[in-house]
């Protein structure tokens, strides 16, 4: 039977909680909840005043009638990092140790302050590609021991500390999906991008912005206190509401203010379908308390050039009618409860290990009596299967020696995985983005259409900028298109179109364009990283 529990997420504005059950079959909310969080109480998911979260915590539970204290946490920051890396095929039990063992090379931090923990993605077992690919994520112990903290206040038993990325994939995993789709879920202070296709996660990114500005500005303008901002969201929900913004901040300018959340999901955007042009994401979904704040919708669609829905409802979650139209609201709290990663700090673990250990020696003691008991009559079956046993140990003995070269296959393992990093970080100190200059000119060549002028470009080391005429503006627009598809520019800036006439009288038309190449992001040298692990591996297997 399913455990009922708390799932629960503080952020920095916001706190939300809802009553769900505990396993990896457990898709049902019976209640939720979204309340303030006290200022200033908690920055980037790690708890300052345990005290004052703790408050007002109690006081909310209270008012809803949630009374259960066993909790899930689900922790969103942007300082729990995150890696993928694919390993050898070798069992779930040795995933953890392989893991450990290799956590200096995934992040280059101070381990002792880390609780690393990983999620398996995929698994190929056969094939030359075989291996398991992992979400491997290493969490602050400052972060992750404010929580018990804060339980240890309100008198909670924590089931389990999850990072939000994790939930949120779990829920979203079951919803029916054949295309690539980008689930943006936008909160507060932070949003975080999922790209999956089915059930496989292809690609996932927290980024620090999120509504947090624009409401702010809102109530600024209103003359509205901090305290209302959870007001302010629903009356900039409402699309029967019209905000009156008052003297100090006209309704044009406080859009502004959501323009780096809408720059964010544009960048990540491209930056998927920049390197995944053959499989590229077909449509985003919207979800999170800010996914319907009245234009965000349009706006992105503008900036993206793509279809976008708002979430309505989560399929396969069971909730009473008038809940399930607010639990796109709440995918990082279901989640959590579903299948939540080990991010309990090892100190926290001691109480559970000395009772087992205690249960142990009480059972051991009673094994060895009842053996001493039976050794006099088993004594000459004991003599026959001590025979036995030596025989089976010369042939172990025999086997070892036999497997010996695969201490030495691993030895090179190593040896060449930490060759290859410093390799890496070599060709990342002499690299340049201006590099891809060559194969730039190349592609202009070879793809823009014949009535294009260049006049001057200023080749600089992240970008080129160029002034162009062309003879109409169709082909102005060729150019631009053109532009846009070569695979050495990762972002484009075109500036105004003049139409002026030259000696001959005739019009032309000319333009400034600028053009960043593109650069090789930590995530694609994590992805590189990924990839020469995979080669090494199917070198050793070889061996």
Not at 160 to 169: F, T, V
Not at 175 to 198: E, H
Not at 241 to 252: I, K
């Amino acid at each position: 039977m399913a455990m009922k529990i708390l799932a629960i997420e503080i952020g920095e504005r916001l706190i939300k909680v809802c009553e769900t059950y505990m396993g990896s079959s457990a898709r049902k909310a019976s209640a939720c909840a979204t309340f303030q969080t006290p200022s200033g109480a908690v920055i980037d998911g790690e708890i300052q005043d345990a005290e004052a979260v703790a408050t007002v915590i109690r006081d909310n539970l209270k008012k809803n009638n949630l009374r259960s204290r066993k909790v899930v946490f689900s922790i969103a920051s942007t300082r729990i990092a995150t890696r993928e890396v694919t390993i050898p095929p070798v069992k779930d039990a040795k995933i953890k140790s392989l893991v450990e063992a290799n956590a200096s090379d995934y992040f280059p931090v101070d381990m002792s302050k880390y609780r690393i923990t990983y999620s398996l993605q995929e698994r190929k077992t056969m094939g030359p590609d075989a291996g398991n690919r992992l979400l491997v994520m290493a969490a602050p112990l400052t972060i992750l021991e404010s929580y018990f903290t804060l339980s240890v206040l309100l008198g909670f038993q924590v089931q389990a500390l999850d990072y939000s990325g994790n939930s949120q994939y779990h829920l979203l995993e079951v919803i029916p999906n054949d295309g690539v789709t980008m689930y943006i879920d936008i909160s507060s202070a932070y949003s975080i991008t999922t790209v999956m296709q089915k059930s496989k996660l292809l690609m996932q990114r927290t980024f620090p912005s999120g509504i947090d500005e624009y409401v702010l500005a809102y109530l600024a303008g209103t003359e509205k206190p901090d305290s209302e901002f959870l007001a302010a969201i629903h009356d900039l929900s409402s699309e029967y509401y019209t905000p009156q913004f008052g003297d100090t901040t006209p309704a044009y300018e406080l859009a502004e203010y959501l323009s780096r959340l809408i720059g964010n999901i544009t960048r990540l955007v491209d930056y998927y379908n920049s390197s995944n042009w053959e499989m590229p994401i077909e449509r985003l979904v919207l979800t999170g308390i800010g996914s319907r704040i009245v234009g965000l919708r349009e706006a992105v669609a503008e900036s993206t050039g793509m279809p976008v829905t708002v979430m309505q409802k989560l399929d396969k979650v069971g909730a009473s009618n008038s809940l399930a139209s607010v639990l796109p609201q709440y995918i990082s709290c279901l989640g959590s409860a579903i299948s939540p990663v080990d991010l309990v700090p090892e100190r926290y673990r001691k109480k559970k290990k000395e009772k087992k250990k205690k249960e142990s020696v009480s059972l051991g003691v009673t094994v060895f009596v009842m053996c001493i008991l039976a050794v006099g009559g088993l004594s000459a079956s004991a003599y026959l299967s001590y025979q036995d046993a030596l025989t089976e140990k010369a042939k172990l003995t025999d086997e070892v020696a036999e497997l010996e070269h695969a201490e030495i296959v691993y030895n090179n393992f190593i040896s060449y995985n930490k060759a290859a990093d410093d390799l890496r970080a070599l060709d990342t100190l002499i690299s340049s983005p201006n590099d891809a200059l060559l194969g730039f000119i190349e592609e202009l060549e070879n793809r823009m259409p014949p009535e294009i002028n260049v006049i001057a470009a200023n080749c600089g080391t992240e970008s080129i900028e160029m002034n162009i005429t062309v003879t109409s503006k169709l082909a102005a627009a060729k150019v631009i298109q053109q532009l846009r598809t070569f695979e050495t520019i990762g972002v484009i800036t075109v500036g105004d179109l003049d139409e002026p006439e030259d000696d001959t009288g005739l019009t032309i038309v000319t333009f400034s364009v600028s053009c960043e190449y593109v650069t090789q992001s930590p995530d694609d040298t994590a992805q590189d990283q990924t990839d020469t692990t995979q080669d090494q591996t199917d070198t050793a297997q070889d061996q």
